[in-house]
Every structure is written in C-alpha cells, then in structure tokens.
C-alpha cells in the first residue's frame, strides 16, 4: 500500500512539473510552426534575401556588413530550424533552390513589412518628418530635383530625403523589397502591390538640328520623323520605349542605340545633325539651351508621358506622399487643372 501512495505521489509530482514547465515556457508545448516562428530572425531573412540577389555569399556579406562566416552561419541556422536546403553551396557562387527562391520571395515581403511597421510608429500624427528614400528616373531628376529640393528643405525643415537616381526597372524592384519609400517616375505601372498618383503631364517636342529647314512654328507628325535616324537613350529607359510606341514601330530598325543613359549626351548628337529625338517638356529648360537645337511641337494629339509617384500599397505614410504630390506640382508651377509641365525658356536659335 506504501509503494503504491509513493508512485502516485511520484506521478503527480512529474505531470505538476510538466504543468509547470508549459506554463513558464509556452513554446514546449506549441506546436512546431508556432515554435519556427519564435526561432526565426529577421536578421537571418535579411542575410538570406541579400544572398540571394547576389547569388554569391561574399557579396551578400558585404551589403550586410558582416563576416562571410557569420552571414554563412545564419543561413545554415535557418535552414537547420525550417529542415530544407536552402542553397547550392558551389565554388564561388550559391544557387537558389526551388524553395529558396519561394523563400527568398516571402522573405522580402516580412523585411517590407517590418520596414512598414517601423515608418508606422515613427511617423504618426506628422507629416514629412525622419528619412525619406526617394528613387526618381534618370530623365526627370536633373530637370525637377532643383526646384524640389529647395522646397522641400523649407516647408519640412525635418525631412531628411535620400535619393536615387536608376532606370525604372531597379526602382521598382527596390520599392518592392522596402529599400525605397517611394517612386518618381513616368506612369502607367503594372504592378499589382504598388499604387500610383499621377501629378501632370510632360509632353514631348521633336529636338532637330537648327539647320533643319523645317519652321519653328510649323507643327509635325509622326510620319514626317519615319525616314530620320531617331536618336534614343539604350536599352531599360522608359523614355526610350515611349518614343518608339509614338513612332508606332514603322521605323524602328533605324532608331539609333548609342549606349547613352542621360539626355544631355543625345542632344549633344543632335546639335551636330546626326538625328533627332524626342524632348520632355520638364527637360526643354537645361536640354535645349544650346543654339544649335531647335524644338518643333507636334501636331494633336502630342505624345508624351504622366508624371507620377509610386509607393507600396501597403506603406503606412500615403499622407506624406500626397504631401509630397501637393509640393512638386506647386514647385514646379502647376497648381491648376490639365497640369502640364512648365514650357521654360527657349534657345536662342527658336526665339
């Protein structure tokens, strides 16, 4: 009878002390995925996500400005807690397995959202306060960022604004993965998860050699450009695709590539008569300065392209970007309706 009250007693010590361990330590008794979920770091998804871009862990380490080993050991450790291999460990480089690039994908998504969360609690109740990374394409930032800035600077004296300044194609991907804030750049997009604000239109003139016979006031279509060789930025501007969607393909074997990637090198091959090209409006100010340009304007309905910001759909500061919308239409003088880009000044050779 004793030994039976000892093993009794025995049993009701064991399930009290698991009892207790359940409740000091919920995660014993959790099941596994809830258990992941306290196991993996944002640290890991963020080492994992840069290795991931790179392809090479040696430069995922150093955008995380870590050790390789250290960032190497991260990743082992998330695939050690999530049971699955991850990556293929190859001489000097790593490739993504099937998971790995789902993985990589979610991954993204969480370092977004933690982004989001952090802009959420900092920003509440104010407007244009803190870091804002603002990415703008290569054929609008010289040309609007020096009225903006300025602006900027004096209406949000505690905004603190970091630019880039890339095609529109690594805009999008770096809004995406949280890096940037928000986008300035030629509209429409077609991205599901991001959400855009048109802010005016930017017309197009037609930029020819101030030897061209054709009169300054005389309007122009695109059927009387098919037989000029058209001068173009290369490959990956939007600007490019836009001319060429104007010019409708009948003459696109003869647009010309030369590696360009700013306005200023195209113009300059204009002026000496090598072709023509198509003009932004918000451009005509620094672009067509030089006496050897003239601009001629073409005949309704005028190609061009909106103007417009881009942010994440799910981005907690939409009032800092309808702020921001608000301040560049009025930077730049277009506070009324059908808001066009400004005309600026013309060259001496259109006067």
């Known amino acids: 009878m004793l030994v039976w009250c000892v093993r009794v007693r025995t049993w009701t010590l064991a399930i009290a ?6 409740r ?9 995925s809830d258990y992941l979920i306290y196991v993996i770091t944002l640290r890991q998804l963020k080492y994992f996500a840069a290795l991931a871009r790179h392809g090479h862990f040696g430069r995922a380490a150093s955008e995380c400005a870590v050790s390789q080993p250290a960032l190497s050991m991260q990743i082992r450790d998330l695939e050690k807690t999530l049971g699955v291999d991850l990556v293929e460990r190859r001489p000097g480089e790593a490739v993504l397995t099937a998971i790995g690039r789902e993985l990589a994908l979610r991954s993204e998504e969480v370092l977004a959202g933690a982004r989001d969360l952090v802009d959420f609690a900092r920003h509440q109740g104010r407007i244009l306060i803190g870091r804002l990374r603002l990415g703008v394409i290569p054929t609008l930032a010289p040309y609007v960022l020096p009225k903006i800035l300025p602006a900027l600077q004096a209406r949000y004296p505690e905004l603190r604004v970091e630019l880039r300044e ?3 194609r690594l805009l999008i991907e770096e ?15 077609n991205e599901p998860d991001i959400e855009t604000a ?18 300054v006031g005389k309007k122009v ?5 098919e037989r000029e060789p058209l001068i173009l930025l290369e490959e990956g501007h939007c600007l490019r695709d836009q001319a060429l969607a104007f010019c409708a393909g009948a003459r696109g074997e003869q647009a010309m590539s030369l590696g360009a990637t700013s306005l200023t090198t195209v113009m300059q091959m204009v002026a000496n008569g090598y072709g023509v090209t198509l003009l932004p409006q918000v451009a005509v100010e620094v672009e067509a300065r030089n006496p050897r340009i003239k601009l001629l304007r073409f005949a309704p309905p005028e190609p061009g392209r909106t103007i417009g910001l881009a942010f994440r759909r799910t981005a907690p500061r939409k009032a800092d970007f309808s702020a921001l919308g608000t301040l560049v239409t009025e930077a730049l003088g277009l506070e009324g309706a059908g808001k066009r880009a400004p005309k600026g000044r013309m060259s001496g050779a259109q006067k």
């Open 221 to 225: 279509d695109a059927r009387a450009i």
């Open 166 to 168: 890339t095609q529109t």
């Open 198 to 215: 048109p802010l005016f239109d930017d017309p197009f003139a037609l930029a020819v050699a101030a030897s061209d016979p054709r009169p």
């Open 175 to 189: 809004l995406s993965r949280g890096v940037l804030d928000v986008l300035m750049l030629a509209l429409p997009l």
């Open 17 to 22: 002390s698991y009892v207790l361990l359940i």
């Open 24 to 32: 000091s330590n919920r995660i014993v008794s959790a099941s596994r």
